[in-house]
């Protein structure tokens, strides 16, 4: 539960441990030491609670008592609110004995969020201490320990911000915990932070503040992970965030918070780009954002990594964000050719060159990437439902995907370089790109963050599957929508009535 230090103390003496003699408008031990007094004020703190809180002159019966310190002790630290008064704090926590830690911290984060208030900040941070600590999924606990690692000088002040953490964290830790009342409160949230955001979207100041970009990614993640009314809100979300970035201008995400944050949403940026566009190339594409899309990433996720590595998956980025424009002039021809209708020879030309040229491109970032020495694996499959016997075992999640990002995309320009007639014959290079990608899907799709790993392969192989092949990847997305909205199945044609595609 959240209790009140008893310690009267400025915040860095009971942080230290040490006497404070309580001087004003800064203690004695801060002057001495040359540091910035925090203050004074009273913060919640959590602490471990076993008991629930009764008001004065009651007494619980045996049976309630019991099963209030047995749900507590089982349970760890709860996370309800404490009002000011005795009495508000008697009514607001009678029965936390009797719910689950994370229950009483979705409370806790609808009430905090409702009213700003000093201890907000103290809570958004504990809260997502306690998301890494209770989750076992080392994906979800490594996703939402980058935010963690982000230093925010407003936490606690900022609406939208608050929200946006708050909802996001609430959110994977239902999903992770199977518990649908995180899950609830979590979309409570989202729609509190969401309000926020837009008003300081229209705020003549705020609009381009750090904090506002870093709530819309946020509140962005949380649709593409939860849903909302229509599958695709995602989409016009980040749209959105791309014309915010466009205005903000590139030297707005170089440092700091801001290139963190790019850093984890630009393969969100580059499907938005690639499957909804607004024009002829990616923002990201340009030579000015070049910069911005290949920063020092490494003291923002694992200051220990290899350089080299970091540099091969910002390269990554680099050659992925060019397929928009291969997609804004190559499908309509692909279209037309495949309709058997007329295109002028200097049209097919042109896209058969730019596919040529960015197939080349990442011809090139793979003979680097393999140089990282991940090597893959086959071996049985645990899915009774999967049409493969024998899979491939990807030791590591986020490195499968670039594998299957790499062989999507040259799917893509493949096809593309077959119907303007190039003359390299890619059959059978197509068919084993296919089923690499199929027989990736087990073990690069596992875990609560597994479908957002595979968005974007998945459904660039969907087109070119056989109908038995897209029949199963229809029964996956079933699966992997109630972990990952964005794979809605909505968004997906039917599957193919003829003997087309590869398996």
């Known amino acids: 539960m959240v209790g009140v230090p008893r310690s009267s103390g ?59 310190v047995g749900a507590g002790a089982g349970a760890g630290a709860g996370a309800a609110v404490v009002g000011s008064s005795p009495s508000t704090a008697s009514t607001s926590t009678s029965s936390v004995g009797a719910t689950t830690p994370t229950s009483d911290a979705s409370t806790a984060a609808v009430s905090l969020m409702a009213s700003p208030q000093p201890n907000r900040a103290l809570f958004v941070g504990t809260l997502m201490e306690m998301a890494q600590t209770r989750l076992a999924s080392k994906d979800v606990s490594t996703f939402l320990g980058f935010f963690c690692r982000l230093r925010f000088e407003e936490l606690g002040t900022v609406a939208a911000l608050d ?5 996001l964290a609430l959110h994977l830790m239902g999903k992770e915990l199977a518990d649908d009342n995180l899950v609830a409160r979590s979309r409570t949230v989202y729609g509190w932070s969401l309000g926020a955001l837009q008003a300081a979207l229209r705020h003549p100041v705020k609009w ?28 016009r979300h980040a749209q959105g965030i791309a014309t915010l970035m466009e205005q903000r201008g590139p030297a707005a995400h170089t440092q700091g918070n801001d290139a ?57 980025f680099l050659c992925l964000a060019e397929m928009p424009e ?44 393999k140089k990282i020495g991940v090597e893959l694996k086959e071996i049985p499959s645990q899915d009774p439902n999967s049409p493969y016997q024998v899979i491939l075992e990807h030791p590591i999640g986020w490195l499968g995907s670039m ?24 059959q059978e290079s197509q068919k084993e790109l296919v089923h690499n990608i199929l027989r990736s899907i087990e073990s690069v799709g596992r875990g609560t963050m597994g479908p957002f790993r595979l968005g974007y392969s998945l459904r660039i192989v969907y087109e070119f599957a056989n109908a038995e092949a897209q029949r199963w990847i ?24 003829d003997a087309q595609g590869y398996s």
């Open 163 to 167: 929200g946006a953490i708050c909802s």
């Open 403 to 426: 594998y299957m990002g790499y062989w999507a995309s040259m799917l893509i320009l493949q096809d593309l370089l077959v119907r303007c007639q190039w003359p390299v014959d890619y």
């Open 260 to 316: 963190a944050i790019l850093f984890t949403f630009r393969g969100i940026l580059i499907m938005s780009s690639l499957f909804f566009p607004t024009s002829s190339k990616c923002f990201l594409a340009r030579p000015e954002w070049r910069g911005a899309l290949c920063g020092d990433t490494r003291r923002f996720l694992n200051p220990d990594a290899p350089e080299f590595s970091m540099q091969v998956t910002n390269s990554f």
């Open 474 to 497: 229809i029964t996956l997305l079933d699966q992997f929508s109630k972990r990952y909205a964005a794979t809605s199945k909505d968004t997906y044609p039917s599957p193919r009535v």
């Open 326 to 369: 291969v997609m804004w002039w190559g499908y309509p021809v692909r279209e037309a050719l495949m309709a058997g209708r007329q295109v002028s020879p200097r049209r097919i030309k042109q896209v058969a060159e730019l596919a040529a040229k960015t197939r080349e491109r990442f011809v090139e970032w793979y003979e680097d990437f």
């Open 208 to 235: 381009k503040s750090s904090e506002t970009f870093s709530s819309a990614v946020m509140l962005c993640f949380f649709e593409l992970f939860a849903g909302t009314t229509a599958p695709d809100t995602w989409l």
């Open 10 to 68: 400025c915040q860095l003496c009971r942080k230290r441990r040490v006497k404070c003699d309580e001087a004003r408008p800064e203690c004695g031990n801060c002057r001495k030491y040359g540091a910035q007094c925090p203050g004074y004020e009273r913060a919640m703190k959590f602490v471990s609670g076993k008991h629930a809180i009764r008001s004065k002159g009651s007494r619980p019966s045996p049976t309630s008592r019991d099963s209030s």
